[in-house]
Every structure is written in C-alpha cells, then in structure tokens.
C-alpha cells in the first residue's frame, strides 16, 4: 500500500479529467516513465530561452530499442495483473458508494467539491486495491457547461473525486466506472498478445486489374513478403509478394477487424454494453451560486509555453475556458497570413483542415490528383500567403474503405524535409489507428516524430510544433481493440516521451471529456475550440 507521501505527489501527476490509476505508488510512476510533477496541458514544457538541445542528436536503433524495452516493462510493473475467477468480484458501479464530503445546501463558485468514493465488488465487499477506470465529469446541459474531475485512486479500494466549480446553476455531477481493475488488467495483457487482430489488404496493379494479398505490421506467412522499410527509424510494414509482380506495385490499402480475440469468455463479459461506463453517482445535482467576493480574477492570454492546471479548464456556453488563461478571439485570416500550416496524422486533425477551408472563404483546394477521404490535402490563400496542408500519417491506418498509399510516408520524414522557422507551424496527432496494436508500436512511432522534431529545432529553433492529443471516442464500440483505456496509456506515454522538447500540446482529451462527446470525430464546436487554442499560440 503506498505512503501517505507517495498518495500526495500521485494525486499531482495522473491526470484529472479520466484517470486510470494502477500503480502502485507515485514514486514508481515518476522515476519509471519521469513524468513530471505537474503535467502542463497547454504548454507541458515550459518554453526555455535556450533550449538545451545536443549538437548532434543522434540516436542509434540499439538505443532506441532499449529506450522501448524500458518503457514496455515499466508499463507492465505500473498495470498489474488481476485476475479474478468470477465476475461478481470485479468492481461493480451499483455496489460502489460515492459521498460527498461536507455537503451543503448552497454551493460557492470557485469552491472544490469533494467525493469519496468506495469501490465494492457484487457482493458488496469493498476493493483492497485500486486501479478501476474512471472518469469524472460535471454538466449544466441547459447552461452547455461541463468539466472533467479529479481522481486520486489511493490503492486501497477508495478514491477522491475532486470538482472544480466553474459556473453557477444547478450541476450534475457525474462518475462513471469505465472499466474495473480487473477489466483494465484483461484489455493491457490482451493488447500486447498480438498483431492480428486487424488484417489489411493490399491491392498491387496488374495492368488494368490488381491483384489483392495480405499485409501487416507483422505477418505470420511462409510466402515470400514484400517488405516496406523505412531504414533510418526501422519502421517496417509487410504484404504477401503477388506472384509474378514486383513489391513497387504496391498501390492501395484497405482493412477489416478479424475475429481474433486475446480475451477469455469470462473477460469478455466485463466489456458487455451494460458493464461499460456505468454511472456510480444517479441523481447527484447540487446548486451553486455567485457568493459575495467570489469575482472571478482577469487572466493573461493564452500563448505558447503557458502552464495549466488541473483541470485545464471547462465549456461553458459551448465555448472552452482554460483555468490558467483566456482565449482572446481571434481573426483567423489575420492570424494565418504568411503561416505555412502542416496538419499531420489521423482523421481526428483532418477536421481542422475541413475547419480551416470552412472557415476562410479565400482559402482555395489545390488538386493534387489524388483520391479517397484520406488523399493529401492543401489549400491555399495566394493573396494572403496562407498555406495549409494535411497529411495522414504511415501504417498502420485503418479503415474499410480503400486509400492510396502511394504517396505514403512517416512523418518523421515529413519534418526531416521541413526546412520550418518563424512562419511555421506543424500540428501532430497521433494515436488511434495505434490502439488495436501492441503499445511497443506507438512508442516506436513517438520515439521517431520526437527524434525528428529535435532535429528541426536545431536547424530552426523558433518552429512552432504542437502536439494534440487524442479525444476520447465511443465507450462501447470494439472495446478490446478501441477502448479509451489503450488511448489513456498512449496519452501519458506521449507527454513523457516529448516532455524533454520545446513543443506545446493541445489537450483534447481533457476537452473532449468537458465537452461530454464520446465521438472519435466530435462537432464542429469541439473542433472549433481546438483550432482556437492553436490561433492564440500563433497569434
């Protein structure tokens, strides 16, 4: 059981808005993946005036190979095992009892709300140790106000749910058992198991028809593979040679889940629609009001290298509000003019590039003759020398309907062909074509882009680079493959492996949970929030 010490700095470091706690003391989290103390979600390394960067960043393959291994077995130490015999001792969310600590009538805004919450199984029996799934959210869906909560898991069964009240009115309060400890534990030691779980197809051209074979990061075949490698980072992804055509007739790509499962029939049953994202708290609202004296206090405006808090803020109005700044408004054209824009990654950064072209009515789509609805993108302001561009990222991406992977690349060598500087600005996302692979995977990927931004900033220190985060998407679609279990672990292992650069993040996650969305591909108000934090970055 941890300290009482170790429960205190634990409570700084995880985050609050959905949070995930199987580890075992703080101390281990810090020192195995040296995550910082306060995680800044605007900025989470504070800008320096002279960035300490090597001359020569040069890092071999065996060094990142190491650097992975670490990472994968502090991962495995920080998740332990729980296996259960029967469902009925998993964490039930009827049983649990969440109460609220010092209850008033009448609640101020400003204040911290606090609940203490008592994790039990189906019999009743209270937990011995923590680490269920949670995530805490408060709402006034009248007022279209929300905030993610804090979550201290204390290891031993209970956890404190802590509330910020942003805004008066009448609030509902919101806990919900994602997954319990035992559930987490299956979908860790699941997710690890293989790569098959996703097959591809590849369509080589044979004059005017092609000819279709299996491809993988990783293929269990004894037919000759064509292997795709970038050498530099050793990234490497594979299809069955068609015979009689070379590998370089490689031209589309589409995928389809297959029906391999790593999960027993008994795990299974804790991912059933009924069992995930349960509510703990039913019929919790409370009444805040204004209180004399509590006037809320001017903040700074929002720009890069800016710290947050936790949470970093709340929707209000359907308009996000940091805690540590404000977002001053913004004139888009205005701010773009002159910026080359490079949005790298997933779909989820590609709705910036729908917002952008949506939003500038000058803006204008180049043809660069491709198809399908994840074909290179750029649009151009010739007047005002705006330059926008999106570019999904290498394998693995998946999707049913079928994409050119011609022009296909990392985005490691993207930036590597970057020149950057003052009028650049390059966005990455990162993470959910990732989730239904072994995490060695996106640590490999995040190594390479981290690898590649610390050589653009010794050729051109004063690039913006930003990394968004994930959102949170659907609790009940493909869990073992999807669940935003596997999205949580990625977005802590991604702040620790960057935390070491001059880089800002966008954090949607914590937006997302605010907004309530459980959309991978949320409105255009959610979208239209992040691209605002961008704009006052820039501007």
Same mark, same amino acid.
């Given at each position: 059981?941890?300290?009482?010490?170790?429960?205190?700095?634990?409570?700084?470091?995880?985050?609050?808005?959905?949070?995930?706690?199987?580890?075992?003391?703080?101390?281990k989290?810090?020192?195995?993946?040296?995550?910082?103390?306060?995680?800044?979600?605007?900025?989470?390394?504070?800008?320096?005036?002279?960035?300490?960067?090597?001359?020569?960043?040069?890092?071999?393959?065996v060094?990142?190979?190491?650097?992975?291994?670490?990472?994968?077995?502090?991962?495995?130490?920080?998740?332990?095992?729980?296996?259960?015999?029967?469902?009925?001792?998993?964490?039930?969310?009827?049983?649990?009892?969440?109460?609220?600590?010092?209850?008033?009538?009448?609640?101020?805004?400003?204040?911290?709300?606090?609940?203490?919450?008592?994790?039990?199984?189906?019999?009743?029996?209270?937990?011995?140790?923590?680490?269920?799934?949670?995530?805490?959210?408060?709402?006034?869906?009248?007022?279209?106000? %929300?905030? &993610?909560?804090?979550?201290?898991?204390f #290891?031993? *069964?209970?956890?404190l !749910?802590? =509330? $910020?009240?942003?805004?008066?009115?009448?609030?509902?309060?919101?806990?919900?058992?994602?997954?319990?400890?035992? %559930?987490? &534990?299956?979908?860790?030691?699941?997710? #690890?198991? *293989?790569?098959?779980? !996703?097959? =591809? $197809?590849?369509?080589?051209?044979?004059?005017?028809?092609?000819?279709?074979?299996?491809?993988?990061?990783?293929?269990?075949? &004894?037919?000759?593979?064509?292997?795709?490698?970038?050498?530099?980072?050793?990234?490497? =992804?594979?299809c069955?040679?068609?015979?009689?055509?070379?590998?370089?007739?490689?031209?589309?790509?589409?995928?389809?889940?297959?029906?391999?499962?790593?999960?027993?029939?008994?795990?299974?049953?804790?991912?059933?629609?009924?069992?995930?994202?349960?509510e703990?708290?039913?019929?919790?609202?409370?009444?805040?009001?204004?209180?004399?004296?509590?006037?809320?206090?001017?903040?700074?405006?929002?720009?890069?290298?800016m710290?947050?808090?936790?949470?970093?803020?709340?929707?209000?109005?359907?308009?996000?509000n940091?805690?540590?700044?404000?977002?001053?408004?913004?004139?888009?054209?205005?701010?773009?003019?002159?910026?080359?824009?490079?949005?790298?990654g997933?779909?989820?950064?590609?709705?910036?590039?729908?917002?952008?072209?949506?939003?500038?009515?000058?803006?204008?789509?180049?043809?660069?003759?491709?198809?399908?609805?994840?074909?290179?993108?750029l649009?151009?302001?010739?007047?005002?020398?705006?330059?926008?561009?999106?570019?999904?990222?290498?394998?693995?991406?998946?999707?049913?309907?079928?994409?050119?992977?011609?022009?296909?690349?990392?985005?490691?060598?993207?930036?590597?062909?970057?020149?950057?500087?003052?009028?650049?600005?390059?966005?990455?996302?990162?993470g959910?074509?990732?989730?239904?692979?072994?995490?060695?995977?996106?640590?490999?990927?995040?190594?390479n882009?981290?690898?590649?931004?610390?050589?653009?900033?010794?050729?051109?220190?004063?690039?913006?680079?930003?990394?968004?985060?994930?959102?949170?998407r659907?609790?009940?679609?493909?869990?073992?493959?999807?669940?935003?279990?596997?999205?949580?672990?990625?977005?802590?292992?991604?702040?620790?492996?960057?935390?070491?650069?001059n880089?800002?993040l966008?954090?949607?996650w914590d937006?997302?949970?605010?907004?309530?969305?459980?959309?991978?591909?949320?409105?255009?108000?959610?979208?239209?929030?992040?691209?605002?934090?961008?704009?006052?970055?820039?501007c």
């Open positions: 059981m941890a300290n009482p010490k170790s429960l205190s700095v634990l409570s700084l470091i995880l985050a609050s808005w959905i949070i995930f706690t199987v580890f075992q003391n703080s101390t989290i810090r020192t195995a993946l040296k995550l910082p103390i306060s995680l800044h979600h605007w900025n989470f390394i504070a800008k320096s005036s002279s960035p300490k960067l090597p001359l020569h960043p040069v890092v071999s393959s060094e990142t190979e190491i650097r992975i291994k670490r990472i994968i077995e502090k991962l495995d130490q920080l998740i332990p095992p729980r296996p259960f015999t029967h469902i009925s001792t998993t964490t039930s969310a009827a049983h649990s009892t969440a109460t609220i600590l010092h209850p008033r009538d009448t609640y101020c805004r400003g204040d911290q709300l606090d609940i203490l919450l008592e994790a039990r199984d189906h019999f009743g029996h209270r937990k011995e140790y923590g680490g269920d799934f949670l995530r805490a959210r408060m709402s006034s869906p009248a007022l279209k106000a %929300g905030a &993610s909560g804090k979550v201290t898991d #290891n031993n *069964g209970t956890y !749910v802590s =509330f $910020t009240l942003f805004w008066e009115g009448w609030v509902s309060l919101s806990i919900r058992l994602i997954h319990p400890s035992e %559930g987490v &534990s299956a979908l860790w030691r699941a997710r #690890n198991q *293989g790569y098959d779980r !996703v097959i =591809f $197809t590849g369509q080589f051209a044979s004059g005017s028809s092609h000819v279709d074979t299996d491809c993988a990061l990783v293929l269990n075949s &004894s037919a000759e593979l064509c292997e795709y490698l970038d050498a530099q980072d050793q990234e490497a =992804f594979y069955v040679r068609p015979q009689h055509l070379p590998c370089a007739a490689l031209t589309h790509m589409h995928s389809r889940s297959t029906a391999v499962s790593y999960l027993s029939r008994q795990e299974w049953r804790l991912f059933e629609r009924s069992n995930v994202g349960v703990i708290m039913e019929n919790n609202a409370i009444n805040v009001s204004k209180c004399n004296g509590k006037n809320v206090p001017m903040k700074k405006k929002c720009k890069f290298g710290a947050s808090t936790i949470p970093g803020g709340h929707v209000w109005k359907e308009t996000w940091p805690v540590s700044c404000s977002l001053a408004p913004i004139k888009m054209k205005e701010c773009l003019r002159g910026k080359f824009i490079y949005l790298m997933d779909s989820t950064i590609r709705q910036w590039m729908e917002y952008f072209k949506n939003s500038i009515s000058t803006l204008k789509s180049v043809d660069l003759h491709e198809s399908g609805k994840l074909q290179h993108q649009a151009v302001d010739v007047d005002e020398n705006i330059h926008i561009q999106w570019q999904k990222h290498g394998y693995p991406l998946i999707g049913s309907l079928t994409y050119s992977v011609k022009e296909i690349e990392y985005i490691a060598r993207v930036i590597d062909r970057t020149g950057g500087g003052k009028n650049t600005v390059i966005v990455i996302s990162l959910q074509h990732f989730r239904p692979f072994p995490i060695g995977v996106f640590i490999r990927r995040t190594l882009v981290h690898k590649a931004i610390q050589r653009l900033l010794l050729r051109s220190p004063d690039t913006m680079v930003i990394i968004k985060a994930e959102n949170i659907e609790l009940h679609s493909d869990v073992e493959r999807f669940s935003d279990f596997h999205g949580y672990v990625q977005y802590l292992a991604i702040k620790d492996i960057f935390q070491d650069l880089v800002g966008i954090d949607a937006l997302t949970i605010a907004y309530g969305t459980n959309n991978v591909h949320p409105s255009q108000s959610v979208v239209r929030n992040q691209v605002s934090i961008l704009l006052n970055y820039i």
